[in-house]
């Protein structure tokens, strides 16, 4: 089913100039790139972004990190776009990542970790709605 889904290149990305890697290889899955800007991500919207984990030990520190740098969010559209682009982008938890993700390929670290995917439909629509009106 074709669905859309949200990915963020997060600081970390950026920094280590992994742009076009990260662009590339969902791309070569076949995902198209519908909408994608640069972003300076202000604390508030990190905030709504992670809302979920609001009341966890780390919010604090992925709120800062989040908002370390400037990020790349975009739009992402494709057969089952979110379970796709979970795969490309490997396990939030290092131990689990497999060579070929990204996570995987670029990552040893939990928070800085590269990218940042939707975890289902629900989630993909409500974080495409923050940064793209």
């Known amino acids: 089913m074709i669905e859309e889904t949200f990915i963020m290149i997060k600081p970390d ?3 280590k100039r992994l742009i076009g890697e990260v662009i590339k290889r969902f791309e070569m899955k076949q995902l198209e790139i519908v909408d994608l800007k640069m972003v300076d991500i202000t604390r508030e919207t990190a905030e709504k972004l992670y809302e979920m984990h609001e009341t966890k030990v780390f919010f ?3 709120i800062n990190f989040t908002i370390s740098g400037p990020a790349v969010v975009m739009r992402i559209r494709g057969e089952d776009a979110v379970m796709n682009s979970r795969v490309i982008v490997g396990d939030t938890y290092p131990d689990k990542r497999l060579p070929g993700s990204i996570r995987g390929d670029f990552s040893p670290f939990l928070t800085e970790n590269i990218v940042h995917a939707s975890s289902s439909k629900e989630d993909a629509q409500r974080e495409i709605n923050i940064f793209f009106e």
Do not use: S, Y
């Open 13 to 15: 990305g950026v920094k």
């Open 60 to 62: 604090d520190r992925l």
